[in-house]
């Protein structure tokens, strides 16, 4: 939608962009009441920093697409308000707007910000000592440079300059920030943050400011309501009931005050900002400002305009001129678009009254239209909910490759079952129409990761891909040593033949078969001590993927303690039917485990699913992000094992992460002499950067409760049909109760098995065995002296790969098996190898 005339006979499209955005400038610096020459010299100074764009007719398109604005006007404005005094004006701009690239584009801004300086005499040698940093030779977007003027009377504004930590790549822009505060003597500064998902901005205030900072700015996607406590650092924090109140009221959540769905709100449209300011090299930020983009989460403008006066009156604040500086901007009403106010923020600095801060679109170049509930996405307080207590929502994804699916008559699927002897792992893969026989490795990487693989740097050594995946990797899990490793089981072996010794005893909540093998093939002893909720398949207790925490004590304490080498939390529990361990399970293991000296390490696989299920369940985290989860619970532990082909989403990859560097070199070691050099450990170049690419996009908060939902909706077709699943089903998987549903099948003949085959059989869906194929054990004479003690399933789901209906097929199949349970029959082998037999055995039915 075009912006209509201003009534001055030309039409507005005739004019130019310079002379709409200095008019719009003269007339909030009048409403303001600033002088008529001072504002005459600010509406001049915006033009000329503008450049030649300044004389573009506004009929032409936008002169380029930034993002300074949603319309690409390269002007924004904002009124600050703070007691007893007018608003005060203020004028972002990207002078760089009409270059041809980024790099030309942050060389202009430089040139603006030296012109500047010369001009009313300040220096910008805290700007020049971060050149290179943010405005490298090829500097990625989405900006290179841009300008905040704050226009006081007097015509000399305060100067501030934007920056882009990402511009070096967005896995580089915590580093670049780290290293920028470090030069400016904000020594260790960047520890002090919250964890967040992006950090769009490093801010710098140049020129005559009393108290001048570094800020920097980071964006929280899906931010829960009862979270912002958390996010602010410093010293004298602002009362968290207030920076709620303030979310809510911007947000529109007021209804939700005190409701309990109050927790469930999150701001999960575009995302609230969050500023931290240094004044001072030691004690920790000074200011803290919270950015809500009101224009995502209210129907028009005149709804945004009724928030911020609400927020201006609660802080006495004048709420008077803001109906008019609108209307200094635009001819329009408020109700005929929505992102004339863009964000609203509140500021808290040490020693000052709180501040209000507006920000006003020129929309030079478009209205946006009204929200309507079509053409904004739900928000958490009026999303409905699945049985998991997730967000029902949607794939958070569209399909842009598509892969054919075998669909195959029951005849064939009879002769292939034949001819692999009955054993599921044998079939090929085009013989199946849902392969739910795992989740490794299977899952669909997105165009982000391909774009990064497409990037990847196959140097020998020292390749950029590996400092992109190490910086990654560190940030999330805070170990100091990372090693990449082409799988799992890959960083288990290099880990346990370092850490082990023959005789050592390895404790675990539960072990994963290939982590168990590894412990076993160092010459220990694996044991398993998961807590006792595990033991019941219908118990909906929320964390039966803890360890026990008394027999862990008792064990330490016990004459075997002194031969415990390392204690295992596999989160998810896999071989407990993928059941979350707490953060309280994993804080009193960790305390147990350094009490003792003995080592508590991670098996990451599923660290996000893990964390979303925490964020869900258990109180204490209720408001956090899975991310800030996930980065607690890496930092509880010595170190991890990570098969990134769970929640790395990749096809290949895993890591080590240690923070002992004597052990690390040790492993370093035989990762040099069996996965490969340090800095690729078995992989490209190409699989590093889309597992730090998966590895971001694992803990996005839509994508993880889209994974939630998805398994949600699938335990209840399956409990519909008449099945039972080990409860609550988790994120991975669903674990079917084969002991219950074929009752008449007794544990040597293998219920599991026997649904499982029938699951081709009638679907071509294929699962896995969890029983006592997997886990039984017979004598020389193939008597059965060991069963499982659960007769299980898995139905592994694939991480982005299935839909809803192919999960509907799954039901309706299960559905066809249960009414004629009866007449699923068992097998026996006749063929089998001494470990892992269940990947290779050979069956035949049994029939009577
Ligand atoms: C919990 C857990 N740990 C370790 C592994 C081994 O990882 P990989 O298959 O990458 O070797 C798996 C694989 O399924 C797993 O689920």
């Given at each position: 939608?075009?912006?209509?005339?201003?009534?001055?006979?030309?039409?507005?499209?005739?004019?130019?962009?310079?002379?709409?955005?200095?008019?719009?400038?003269?007339?909030?610096?009048r409403?303001?009441?600033?002088?008529?020459?001072?504002?005459?010299?600010?509406?001049?100074?915006?033009?000329?920093?503008?450049?030649?764009?300044?004389e573009?007719?506004?009929?032409?398109?936008?002169p380029?697409?930034?993002?300074?604005?949603?319309?690409?006007?390269?002007?924004?404005?904002?009124?600050?308000?703070?007691?007893?005094?007018?608003?005060?004006?203020?004028?972002?701009?990207?002078?760089?707007?009409?270059?041809?690239?980024?790099?030309?584009?942050?060389?202009?801004?430089?040139?603006?910000?030296?012109?500047?300086?010369?001009?009313?005499?300040?220096?910008?040698?805290?700007?020049?000592?971060l050149?290179?940093?943010?405005?490298?030779?090829?500097?990625?977007?989405p900006?290179?440079?841009?300008?905040?003027?704050?226009?006081?009377?007097?015509?000399?504004?305060?100067?501030?300059?934007?920056?882009?930590?990402?511009?070096?790549?967005?896995?580089?822009?915590?580093?670049?920030?780290r290293?920028?505060?470090?030069?400016?003597?904000?020594?260790?500064?960047?520890?002090?943050?919250?964890?967040?998902?992006?950090?769009?901005?490093?801010?710098?205030?140049?020129?005559?400011?009393?108290?001048?900072?570094?800020k920097?700015?980071?964006?929280?996607?899906?931010?829960?309501?009862?979270?912002?406590?958390?996010?602010?650092?410093?010293?004298?924090r602002?009362?968290?009931?207030?920076?709620?109140?303030?979310?809510?009221?911007?947000?529109?959540?007021?209804?939700?005050?005190?409701?309990?769905?109050?927790?469930?709100?999150?701001?999960?449209?575009?995302?609230?900002?969050?500023?931290?300011?240094?004044?001072?090299?030691?004690?920790?930020?000074?200011?803290?400002?919270?950015h809500?983009?009101?224009?995502?989460?209210?129907?028009?403008?005149?709804?945004?305009?009724?928030?911020?006066?609400?927020?201006?009156?609660?802080?006495?604040?004048?709420?008077g001129?803001?109906?008019?500086?609108l209307?200094?901007?635009?001819?329009?009403?408020?109700?005929?678009?929505?992102?004339?106010?863009?964000?609203?923020?509140?500021?808290?600095?040490?020693?000052?009254?709180?501040?209000?801060?507006?920000?006003?679109?020129?929309?030079?170049?478009?209205?946006?239209?009204?929200?309507?509930?079509?053409?904004?996405?739900?928000?958490?307080?009026?999303?409905?909910?699945?049985?998991?207590?997730?967000?029902?929502?949607?794939?958070?994804y569209?399909?842009?490759?598509v892969?054919?699916?075998?669909?195959?008559?029951?005849?064939?699927?009879e002769?292939?079952?034949?001819?692999?002897?009955?054993?599921?792992?044998?079939?090929?893969?085009?013989?199946?129409?849902?392969?739910?026989?795992s989740?490794?490795g299977?899952?669909?990487?997105?165009?982000?990761?391909?774009?990064?693989?497409?990037?990847?740097?196959?140097?020998?050594?020292?390749?950029?891909?590996?400092?992109?995946?190490h910086?990654?990797?560190?940030?999330?899990?805070?170990?100091?040593?990372?090693?990449?490793?082409?799988?799992?089981?890959?960083?288990?072996?290099?880990?346990?033949?370092?850490?082990?010794?023959?005789?050592?005893?390895?404790?675990?909540?539960?072990?994963?078969?290939?982590?168990?093998?590894?412990?076993e093939?160092?010459?220990?002893?694996?044991?398993?001590?998961?807590?006792?909720?595990?033991?019941?398949?219908?118990?909906?207790r929320?964390?039966?993927?803890?360890?026990?925490?008394?027999?862990?004590?008792?064990?330490?304490?016990?004459?075997?303690?002194?031969?415990?080498?390392?204690?295992?939390?596999?989160?998810?529990?896999?071989?407990?039917?993928?059941?979350?361990?707490?953060?309280?399970?994993?804080?009193?293991?960790?305390?147990?485990?350094?009490?003792?000296?003995?080592?508590?390490?991670?098996?990451?696989?599923?660290?996000?699913?893990?964390?979303?299920?925490?964020?869900?369940?258990?109180?204490?985290?209720?408001?956090?992000?899975?991310r800030?989860?996930a980065?607690?619970?890496?930092?509880?532990?010595?170190?991890?094992?990570m098969?990134?082909?769970?929640?790395?989403?990749?096809?290949?990859?895993?890591?080590?992460?240690?923070?002992?560097?004597?052990?690390?070199?040790?492993?370093?070691?035989?990762?040099?002499?069996?996965?490969?050099?340090?800095?690729?450990?078995?992989?490209?170049?190409?699989?590093?950067?889309?597992?730090?690419?998966?590895?971001?996009?694992?803990?996005?908060?839509?994508?993880?409760?889209?994974?939630?939902?998805?398994?949600?909706?699938?335990?209840?077709?399956?409990?519909?049909?008449?099945?039972?699943?080990?409860?609550?089903?988790?994120?991975?998987?669903?674990?079917?109760?084969?002991?219950?549903?074929?009752?008449h099948?007794?544990?040597?003949?293998?219920?599991g098995?026997?649904?499982a085959?029938?699951?081709?059989?009638?679907?071509?869906?294929?699962?896995?065995?969890?029983?006592?194929?997997?886990?039984?054990?017979?004598?020389?004479?193939?008597?059965?002296t060991k069963?499982?003690?659960?007769?299980?399933?898995?139905?592994a789901?694939?991480?982005?790969?299935?839909?809803?209906?192919?999960?509907?097929?799954?039901?309706?199949?299960?559905?066809?098996?249960?009414?004629?349970?009866?007449?699923?029959?068992?097998?026996?082998?006749?063929?089998?190898?001494?470990?892992?037999?269940?990947?290779?055995a050979?069956?035949?039915?049994?029939?009577?």
């Amino acid at each position: 939608m075009s912006a209509t005339g201003s009534g001055t006979g030309r039409t507005r499209e005739d004019r130019t962009l310079g002379e709409l955005v200095a008019g719009q400038l003269l007339r909030l610096c009048r409403e303001s009441g600033l002088a008529r020459t001072d504002a005459e010299t600010y509406a001049r100074l915006l033009t000329d920093s503008l450049g030649a764009v300044a004389e573009r007719p506004l009929r032409l398109p936008p002169p380029s697409r930034t993002f300074l604005s949603d319309d690409s006007t390269p002007v924004e404005f904002s009124l600050s308000f703070t007691p007893d005094a007018p608003a005060s004006v203020r004028v972002l701009l990207e002078p760089g707007c009409g270059t041809g690239s980024l790099r030309e584009n942050g060389r202009a801004g430089l040139d603006a910000v030296r012109s500047m300086a010369r001009r009313w005499g300040f220096a910008t040698d805290r700007l020049d000592a971060l050149e290179d940093l943010f405005l490298p030779p090829d500097p990625q977007g989405p900006l290179a440079l841009w300008i905040a003027l704050e226009l006081r009377p007097g015509g000399v504004p305060k100067v501030k300059v934007y920056l882009n930590p990402a511009a070096a790549g967005p896995s580089r822009a915590a580093g670049t920030i780290r290293e920028a505060l470090d030069r400016l003597g904000h020594r260790r500064a960047f520890d002090a943050l919250p964890p967040a998902d992006a950090y769009p901005f490093f801010a710098l205030d140049l020129g005559d400011w009393a108290t001048p900072r570094v800020k920097i700015y980071a964006t929280h996607r899906g931010l829960p309501l009862t979270a912002v406590g958390h996010l602010c650092r410093t010293e004298n924090r602002p009362d968290s009931a207030l920076l709620e109140e303030f979310l809510r009221t911007v947000g529109g959540f007021d209804g939700t005050t005190g409701s309990p769905s109050a927790a469930a709100v999150r701001f999960d449209r575009r995302p609230v900002l969050t500023c931290h300011s240094f004044t001072r090299t030691t004690g920790g930020p000074t200011g803290f400002t919270l950015h809500v983009p009101v224009r995502d989460y209210a129907r028009d403008d005149e709804e945004a305009l009724r928030r911020a006066l609400t927020v201006l009156g609660r802080h006495g604040l004048d709420t008077g001129s803001l109906a008019r500086s609108l209307t200094a901007v635009t001819p329009r009403s408020p109700r005929d678009g929505v992102g004339l106010i863009a964000y609203v923020a509140l500021a808290h600095e040490r020693g000052r009254p709180p501040r209000v801060t507006t920000y006003l679109s020129s929309e030079a170049y478009e209205v946006r239209s009204p929200n309507t509930s079509s053409n904004i996405p739900p928000t958490g307080g009026e999303a409905t909910r699945s049985t998991s207590g997730a967000r029902i929502c949607m794939e958070p994804y569209r399909i842009k490759v598509v892969e054919p699916i075998a669909l195959t008559t029951r005849e064939q699927r009879e002769a292939a079952l034949e001819r692999v002897h009955y054993n599921l792992f044998d079939l090929r893969a085009e013989e199946v129409t849902i392969d739910l026989l795992s989740d490794s490795g299977t899952g669909a990487i997105s165009a982000a990761q391909l774009a990064a693989g497409m990037e990847g740097d196959e140097s020998y050594a020292g390749s950029r891909s590996f400092y992109r995946f190490h910086e990654t990797v560190t940030e999330l899990t805070g170990y100091r040593h990372i090693l990449p490793a082409h799988q799992g089981r890959a960083a288990e072996r290099i880990l346990f033949n370092t850490l082990l010794e023959p005789g050592g005893i390895v404790l675990a909540n539960t072990h994963f078969d290939t982590t168990r093998a590894n412990v076993e093939l160092s010459g220990c002893q694996a044991h398993d001590i998961p807590c006792v909720e595990a033991r019941d398949l219908d118990s909906e207790r929320p964390f039966k993927g803890n360890i026990d925490l008394d027999r862990l004590r008792s064990t330490l304490e016990g004459p075997d303690g002194s031969r415990v080498r390392v204690v295992i939390m596999t989160i998810t529990n896999n071989g407990g039917g993928g059941q979350p361990v707490s953060m309280e399970n994993l804080k009193q293991t960790a305390e147990i485990c350094r009490r003792h000296g003995v080592p508590m390490i991670l098996d990451a696989a599923r660290f996000a699913e893990n964390a979303w299920l925490v964020t869900r369940h258990e109180e204490a985290y209720r408001g956090l992000t899975p991310r800030q989860v996930a980065e607690e619970a890496f930092r509880l532990a010595d170190g991890c094992v990570m098969s990134a082909k769970k929640d790395g989403i990749v096809h290949i990859g895993g890591f080590i992460g240690l923070n002992d560097p004597e052990l690390a070199e040790k492993c370093e070691r035989l990762l040099i002499a069996t996965e490969g050099f340090a800095t690729y450990g078995g992989l490209a170049g190409r699989d590093l950067d889309m597992m730090a690419t998966g590895l971001l996009e694992v803990t996005e908060p839509a994508y993880l409760a889209e994974r939630a939902d998805v398994a949600s909706h699938l335990a209840d077709r399956v409990r519909a049909a008449g099945v039972d699943i080990l409860e609550p089903p988790g994120l991975h998987a669903l674990y079917l109760n084969a002991g219950r549903l074929l009752p008449h099948i007794p544990p040597h003949h293998y219920p599991g098995h026997a649904l499982a085959c029938r699951l081709y059989l009638e679907g071509g869906i294929r699962s896995a065995e969890l029983g006592s194929l997997y886990l039984g054990e017979e004598d020389e004479d193939g008597n059965p002296t060991k069963s499982a003690p659960y007769e299980l399933v898995r139905l592994a789901l694939p991480r982005r790969v299935y839909t809803r209906s192919h999960y509907d097929h799954v039901g309706r199949t299960l559905e066809r098996i249960a009414k004629n349970a009866a007449s699923v029959h068992g097998y026996r082998i006749f063929e089998q190898s001494p470990i892992l037999r269940h990947f290779r055995a050979k069956l035949q039915p049994v029939t009577n």
